[in-house]
């Protein structure tokens, strides 16, 4: 699990890293008790409710019905639900992927829990497999992981009494259970709310994953995506090599073929002061959200932007020297108020697949970097943040207020293409371990949720 604080005790493999080094706080934890008359029954409890809520939705339950879980922060009745709506949208037609099973499978064949070097997309080729790791794998993962964040984040532990240290470890096993933190939850839920609404809205935005279709219509709408070249096709040939060797034939999109031909963009000087020499293309992650779908149909429908689409979050993926691309990068939040640079942190950990690789790999990881080598990133100015944030929010609603969930990358360039530029929109889109307001994220969740569960039943009644 990651949190988004920031403990500078704690000691991390890559980047600059803090220089005083403060007395370690306690971690926050939804399931803390103090005493064992409290703790155990809790824990039973949580157990009780983890395993009914879960299998109340894997066999139909609606929404809002589940009881038990009544007592418990919204939020895990959210988690629960998308954990068990996987198995409904199984082999339901996918926006991008021919079915829900055959977008997991893609997207988790380089993912596994960190330590353990298992991809997870094994546990997804069938139904059974799934459930088991629902079920049994994943309750053993939460226990290891309150042990572990027990270990390294809980201060003072010798001078803890064991109905202090019960309660510490109850608490953490159930957040975990039932409200964890990871970017890889927060990626889970957004990936299976774009499959869940594009199935049952038939959003017309759902589209736009296409690469090609993004950059022609935002082009059309005077939207300043990427530029790219209007010509047919092009010609690559190696220098030295003879006898029809070395030659590449590709035609272009806008051609009807399937290579988008574009110039290579750069970093502007602004950017380039805080990356390493030779950094490749450095993008921010600009997260916004619609609530416009949801609210179609109601009193409260909005036409205007600023009512319905906002910004949630924004992250500096700083490529390290020598990479092609930022995709092997640090993540930086963004304080998107003051619009100023935060503190580093990777999710390399949960890329690590192999015996070899999860030996050597961390659990955790915080934001605990202040820079790129020796580049200080933290605490800069983030000139242009505002327009930035501006942009994505006017784009989201002008191309697919319809979506609710929008991971937009954007690159600031220098000359001779300077200005802000952007490059793709993700609608199964991640956070990259950037700070957003949880309150906000889980009211918009709750609310699609609310008018979906409904279209969900009626969607099923429709194919008997």
Excluded at 57 to 74: A, H, M, Q, T, W
Aim: charged share 20%.
């Amino acid at each position: 699990e990651e949190k988004m604080s920031t403990p500078a005790w704690f000691s991390a493999s890559l980047g600059r890293k803090t220089q005083e080094s403060p007395p370690p706080t306690a971690p926050e934890c939804l399931f803390l008790s103090d005493s064992w008359s409290v703790a155990l029954p809790k824990l039973a409890y949580g157990l009780f409710c983890f395993y009914g809520g879960l299998l109340f939705f894997v066999f139909g339950g609606r929404y809002e019905s589940c009881s038990i879980l009544d007592k418990f922060p919204r939020r895990s009745r959210i988690h629960l639900y998308f954990l068990a709506l996987n198995f409904w949208l199984w082999d339901k037609p996918h926006y991008r992927s021919g079915t829900h099973q055959g977008d997991m499978l893609k997207n988790l064949r380089n993912v596994a829990v960190p330590g353990t070097g298992v991809p997870l997309h094994l546990f997804v080729y069938s139904r059974i497999l799934a459930i088991f790791f629902l079920l049994v794998v994943y309750p053993i993962l939460a226990v290891i992981g309150a042990v572990h964040r027990f270990r390294t984040e809980v201060p003072n532990q010798a001078s803890l009494q064991m109905r202090e240290k019960v309660g510490w470890l109850v608490g953490l096993f159930l957040e975990h259970l039932l409200a964890p933190e990871d970017w890889f939850t927060y990626w889970r839920m957004n990936s299976c709310l774009a499959s869940y609404h594009s199935l049952l809205s038939g959003a017309e935005g759902y589209r736009f994953e296409n690469k090609w279709d993004f950059l022609r219509d935002g082009a059309a709408l005077g939207i300043p995506v990427s530029p790219f070249l209007d010509i047919d096709d092009i010609v690559v040939k190696d220098r030295n090599e003879e006898g029809g060797l070395g030659i590449y034939f590709f035609k272009n999109a806008l051609n009807g073929g399937e290579w988008i031909i574009q110039k290579r963009l750069h970093n502007a000087d602004s950017i380039k002061k805080i990356l390493p020499r030779d950094a490749p293309l450095s993008t921010f992650r600009v997260m916004t959200c619609s609530s416009w779908s949801a609210k179609q149909g109601s009193d409260a429908a909005s036409t205007k932007a600023s009512d319905c689409v906002r910004a949630m979050s924004c992250v500096f993926r700083a490529g390290r020297a020598g990479a092609s691309t930022d995709h092997s990068s640090i993540l930086f939040d963004v304080d998107i108020k003051k619009g100023r640079m935060g503190r580093g942190t990777t999710n390399d950990h949960w890329y690590k697949l192999g015996l070899r690789n999860a030996l050597q790999c961390p659990w955790l990881s915080f934001h605990d970097q202040t820079g790129v080598d020796d580049v200080i990133v933290a605490g800069r100015p983030l000139p242009g943040c505002q327009e930035m944030l501006k942009l994505c929010t006017e784009s989201h609603y002008q191309l697919l207020k319809d979506v609710p969930l929008v991971g937009w990358d954007v690159a600031v360039c220098g000359p001779p293409d300077e200005g802000q530029w952007l490059l793709e929109v993700n609608l199964s889109c991640n956070f990259f371990r950037g700070s957003f307001d949880k309150e906000a994220y889980f009211d918009l969740l709750d609310e699609y949720l609310k008018v979906l569960d409904p279209l969900k039943h009626l969607y099923k009644a429709s194919k008997k």
